[in-house]
């Protein structure tokens, strides 16, 4: 950004006396006075401090300060786990239909029959996806559908007076929702060791088996964008000792329409619908994270789930043995309707077809990428891989997030960095199935590129861009999002 002007924040601008708009002048008696109408020490002594602009200059600050966001919509965004994926204009088309835009969530079922009926579809759509027959809409984001099912699952074990059961299994590579969840719903949490593949350790695994083993946590393909290839095997061991197996999909893209969870043995598994099935996502939200669940586990799920009586579709809150809610109202449903229409406007064949495409994207990207990085886990890969910048560490002193850093200054987004925690200065990569080969090529150019630049070049970058390198940690948990008067 090189506009000195658009760096300034708006209360900078501001000059007094200057406006965007004007009112128009008073054309009814002012018979009355304020004071008359509003107690006087409920009146301000003074107008509030607002900054004083043009239209016009409220228009360039704005627009300036969005296109500093990288955005899917601008680059290229090859956000690993998180999946950065194209979210189709003709969704927010259809979810800004008034007639779906403007429901009230009390409104009477009789008057909101069209969005009970889409909702119920999904349910019916995530169950045969997932190959788990009942389905909760409510949770808010995937971490909220993990926890949404320990207590499912922590409802059951109750009833079934196996209190004892106080562990989760989590593998060393999961993502660090799974074990706060954990945490969160009140268990114990015991990791799983990763073998030399990148998958569960199987001899670990029995080691820490026993009837004290409420749920193992398993993501599959895993965050190593590994299949599992063990997975009936581990599914098999977890239920032997009557212990349930979640699956975390929060990444179903590259098993669509080619495996379901339910068939490998999961008993519970959450969706990102914002993740696999296409919801405008970043900075924190809009999420949804359903669950899908074992036919026996149905009755805890949170009330209410949309049922149909006939041809009528109505919300039933009537399950005794419900968790309880977790969510206002019915979910995000701005977000299942997209899902909804991802998944309508592709049909089974044409998820399969994403999930191939995502698996053979990532798989081109990951041999393009191996050409100067190393790639410590054989491929073939799912729909992402990890990468690794040790090398670079060691003989150029260039750490991964130094690439990240720079690769912004090429116009390309930062893979996920640091993360999985297996792999030393990770880069987890996950191309997505919309994007072109050009595409592919040129940010593996890039990354090359990057490698041979003057390690000071690198270190110090980004260059182009306004914001460098905060403090994360401050800008999360001190975040200044308001002007206030001084
Ligand atoms: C994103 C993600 C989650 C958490 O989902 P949120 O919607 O961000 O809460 C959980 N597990 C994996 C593997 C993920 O990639």
Request: glycine share 8%; hydrophobic share 40%.
């Amino acid at each position: 950004m090189n506009n000195t002007q658009s760096t300034e924040l708006i209360f900078e601008l501001s000059r007094p006396g200057r406006r965007c708009h004007r009112l128009p002048a008073c054309d009814v008696p002012a018979t009355q006075s304020l004071g008359d109408l509003i107690p006087s020490e409920h009146l301000a002594a003074k107008p509030p401090a607002l900054p004083e602009v043009s239209e016009i200059d409220l228009i360039r600050h704005y627009t300036n300060l969005s296109a500093r966001n990288m955005s899917i919509d601008t680059n290229f965004y090859p956000l690993g786990s998180c999946t950065m994926k194209y979210n189709p204009k003709r969704h927010e088309r259809l979810a800004a239909l008034p007639g779906f835009a403007s429901l009230h969530p009390l409104q009477d079922d009789a008057t909101t029959q069209g969005m009970l009926e889409l909702l119920f579809d999904m349910q019916n759509y995530l169950a045969e996806i997932s190959g788990l027959p009942a389905v909760s809409l409510q949770p808010a984001a995937g971490a909220q559908g993990e926890l949404t099912a320990l207590f499912v699952a922590a409802a059951y074990f109750r009833d079934k007076g196996e209190t004892h059961r106080r562990k989760v299994l989590v593998p060393d590579s999961a993502h660090g929702t799974n074990p706060a969840s954990a945490a969160l719903a009140g268990f114990d949490t015991v990791t799983v060791k990763s073998n030399a593949k990148g998958l569960v350790d199987i001899e670990d695994l029995k080691a820490k088996l026993g009837n004290d083993v409420a749920v193992f946590m398993i993501t599959n393909p895993n965050t190593l964008g590994l299949f599992e290839t063990q997975i009936k095997t581990i599914t098999d061991m977890l239920h032997a000792v009557g212990a349930l197996v979640y699956l975390d999909g929060a990444n179903m893209n590259a098993i669509l329409g080619i495996t379901r969870p339910g068939d490998f043995g999961a008993d519970m598994q959450h969706y990102n619908v914002h993740k696999t099935f296409t919801g405008p996502h970043g900075g924190g939200g809009p999420g949804s994270g359903p669950i899908a669940v074992r036919d026996f586990l149905a009755p805890y799920l949170p009330a209410p789930v949309v049922v149909k009586d006939g041809d009528r579709f109505r919300l039933n809150f009537d399950m005794p043995k419900s968790i309880g809610r977790v969510r206002s109202f019915f979910g995000n449903v701005g977000i299942l309707f997209r899902g909804y229409c991802y998944i309508r406007t592709l049909g089974p064949d044409g998820l399969r077809e994403v999930s191939e495409q995502a698996v053979l994207n990532a798989n081109y990207l990951r041999a393009r990428v191996a050409e100067a990085f190393d790639v410590p886990h054989a491929g073939p890969c799912m729909h992402e891989f990890v990468a690794s910048a040790r090398n670079l560490l060691r003989e150029r002193k260039v750490r991964a997030m130094d690439i990240c850093k720079r690769l912004l200054d090429y116009g390309f987004h930062a893979p996920t960095v640091y993360f999985p925690l297996v792999v030393a200065e990770a880069l987890m990569m996950e191309p997505t199935e919309t994007e072109s080969k050009e595409t592919l090529d040129a940010f593996a150019d890039t990354l090359i590129a990057i490698k041979g630049e003057d390690p000071e070049l690198v270190r110090t970058a980004p260059h182009t861009h306004v914001i460098t390198r905060p403090d994360e940690v401050k800008a999360a948990k001190e975040p200044v999002l308001r002007w206030t008067a001084s």
